[in-house]
């Protein structure tokens, strides 16, 4: 087995054709009130892990060191009442927005989205069209800012990154290679030797040719819209769709290859009006989504992990009559899921 790793290692970076393996992730805190202006970066002075150093503490921003499919999350809370608007910026483009207020309290509100990042790109969190009221303790830490790599690219290749073995009953060693968005490959043989030698021409197969499975989506709402009971939610800003497993046009998610996935949905109600949602796979429902504030907007939000088989659907629909809140510039409702890692039979 020490042989075996030494020279699975090799073969990793070898596959990689000569490219670090990264590991890049942060995650940032707010622990102190601030006030941030139109068009202010948010800098949050915590800083949990930096892993890769891409976030820059003093610009608040993420600068994207490796190609590749990247997750990100956004949550704030009001100062006593006041409110918040914050949205998510792609180099200068606007992704998704966070609101809250309240009259009388504080209010929270957060958003999250899968994007595609190239070399040098920067995400960021600012204040969108006017003043927000920050809430932060030193032991209040309710503002936060993080992201982490989902998977790599090179050019149009996706590193393997893993490698796991398990023993079947009848004594045959199972190799299996994969990276959260591709397919496994997979051996069984009778020899150890000879697995090794044989995973040296997977790997390199794999680094050469296109992976069969990418997969993550991740949409927005831009528009307001009002929703009868049962009716799907159907975002009209696709900002990623890696294996086009998402439909636009129906607004749900078919499952093209069994795994595990995660997924994530957040709302905003329009002002003084309900927002009844569920998260459905099939015909089952998983998590709801509901809010509503009188004399202003509502946010909630919710997410699930679920084990799929290929061919499953995955949507969002209206619980009871549900009115949404969208604008060009204010996405603050959104659908996203990626794959975590797929499965093959029972394995």
Not at 73 to 84: C, D, E, I, P, R
Not at 220 to 227: C, E, K, N, T
Not at 238 to 249: C, E, S, T
Not at 299 to 312: C, P, R, V
Request: proline share 2%.
């Amino acid at each position: 087995m020490n042989l075996c790793s030494i020279f699975l290692v090799l073969v990793v970076l070898a596959a990689a054709m000569g490219k670090p393996v990264y590991k890049i992730a942060f995650s940032t805190g707010l622990s102190h009130d601030v006030l941030i202006t139109r068009g202010q970066v948010l800098r949050n002075n915590n800083i949990f892990l930096n892993v890769g150093k891409a976030y820059d503490r003093h610009t608040g921003r993420f600068k994207c060191p490796q190609s590749g499919i990247y997750s990100f999350q956004v949550h704030a809370l009001t100062q006593k009442k006041k409110s918040l608007w914050l949205e998510l910026m792609h180099n200068n483009n606007l992704v998704v927005s966070v609101h809250a207020h309240s009259s009388d309290e504080n209010d929270g509100a957060s958003n999250s989205a899968i994007l595609q990042l190239k070399k040098g790109d920067q995400v960021w969190v600012q204040s969108q069209g006017a003043n927000s009221y920050l809430f932060g303790r030193s032991n209040e830490v309710f503002t936060s800012f993080s992201g982490y790599l989902i998977a790599p690219s090179f050019g149009d290749q996706q590193l393997i990154v893993s490698i796991s073995w398990y023993t079947h009953a009848n004594g045959f060693h199972t190799c299996m290679l994969y990276n959260p968005l591709c397919t496994k490959v997979y051996l069984t043989l009778s020899e150890m030797n000879l697995c090794s030698i044989f995973l040296g021409l997977v790997v390199l197969a794999a680094a050469m040719g296109k992976p069969v499975y990418q997969i993550a989506f991740s949409t927005g709402l831009s528009h307001h819209v009002s929703l009868t009971r049962g009716q799907v939610l159907r975002n009209n800003n696709i900002f990623l769709n890696v294996g086009k497993a998402y439909d636009r046009h129906t607004g749900k998610f078919k499952c093209p290859q069994s795994g595990i996935y995660s997924f994530q949905v957040h709302a905003l109600s329009q002002d003084n009006k309900p927002l009844r949602l569920e998260l459905m796979h099939n015909n089952n429902v998983v998590v709801n989504v509901y809010a509503y504030s009188s004399h202003d907007y509502g946010g909630a939000s919710n997410s699930a992990i679920l084990q799929l088989k290929k061919g499953d659907q995955v949507w969002v629909r209206s619980r009871a009559h549900t009115y949404v809140f969208g604008k060009s510039n204010q996405v603050y409702t959104s659908f996203s899921g990626y794959l975590l890692a797929p499965s093959f039979g029972d394995q």
